[in-house]
């Protein structure tokens, strides 16, 4: 997709570039995961040292991965899930009955697990998708299980809430940030289309849709920022993935709306804050990932876009502070390059060792 913010009103240039940028973050890791390499006995044993799966299980499970994770010592048969998924299992030499875990991964990032210990009753189950309650192949499994139950777990309304991404074929880009309270179901989107020359989105505090949810299925009217009103869509959550469905086209004025998208869900720490900063070249998208925007942290993002040609970047890094230890910027490294971006007065500044490559004043887009 060719986005181009520095063409637009301050607005649309924000929203643009949230828009844009959100595409390089890694909210659904597990979807570079090539399943199919491991679903042979063979190398299946790769699966559980592969990074992305092992950083996905550690999210999941939290202090109980060391428990989960040693069971496997003897790798069973993987197969695939009606669903594309793909079913793991392993145990203790000589001991299947005692000490067992059993995972289900799918693309689309969705995953459970499932572990026994000898002094365990109840099986240990955990997923990221309870809206769809217990997997049915680790119920297949837990049922071989001597004296071992499942826990009661029935299948849970899932939330709307939160910023949902996607994209076609680099052509188009939707994104929407949803809050749900109840059955009430509120937020905006932003559809960028036409390589970039269209670009449908609302000011971030000024919400453009609006409905209600029932069992997973969310009814909205939207308004498109081009004047026509009144249009009607579905969102539907299956597992990781939101579906979005124009039911009738807004009225009485031009929209930029697409008929059918599937959104995944952005991985984005609670109270987190984003600034967007301006330079001569460049458009900065820069996070922080421990809350306040001047709160000291080790987990800052940086995106940055150059206005010339639309190239991306992004990165991991943390903030800088002063002798008093007051948070004064943020720096960002890509190997021996780095990346500052001074708060005030706001600027961004690249050097390689002692050279300065780039040094620019900025301005900040969304004070």
Known sequence: MACHPRTFGKVLRYAALLSCLSFTLPHAASAAIE??????????????????????????????????ISNFDVYGEPHHTAEDGLFVSGW???????????????PDGRLSAAWILPDDSVVNYRTN???????????????????????????????????????????????????????????????????????????EDKPNLMGSVKNNVATISFDSNFGAVNGQATLKLEGNTLRWTMTRTPENGEYYAPEHYNLIKEDVPAGATTRLLQTAKFSLFVRNNCGAFSKPCDDMLYNGVRNSDNTTISLKGKTVQNSANDVVGAEFHNGNITYRIDYQPPGLVVTQGTKVLVKQPAKWLNE
């Open 129 to 203: 998708h309870p809206g769809d309650g217990i997997d049915k192949d680790i119920q297949q499994w837990a049922s071989q299980l001597e004296g071992k139950t499942l826990p009661d777990i029935a299948p849970q309304a899932s939330s709307f809430s939160g910023t949902w991404q996607g994209k076609d074929n680099d052509a188009s880009t939707l994104s929407l940030k949803l809050t749900q309270k109840g059955s009430k179901l509120i937020g905006t989107y932003c559809y960028i289309t036409q390589g970039g020359n269209r670009i449908d989105c609302a000011d």
């Open 92 to 106: 203790l030499q000589h001991l299947a009955q005692e000490n067992a875990s059993v995972f289900v991964i799918y």
């Open 35 to 68: 399943l199919n390499q491991y679903d042979k006995l063979e190398t299946v044993e790769g699966i559980t040292a592969n990074k992305t799966v092992v950083v996905q299980l550690k999210k999941l499970l939290g202090n109980d991965y060391d428990n989960f």
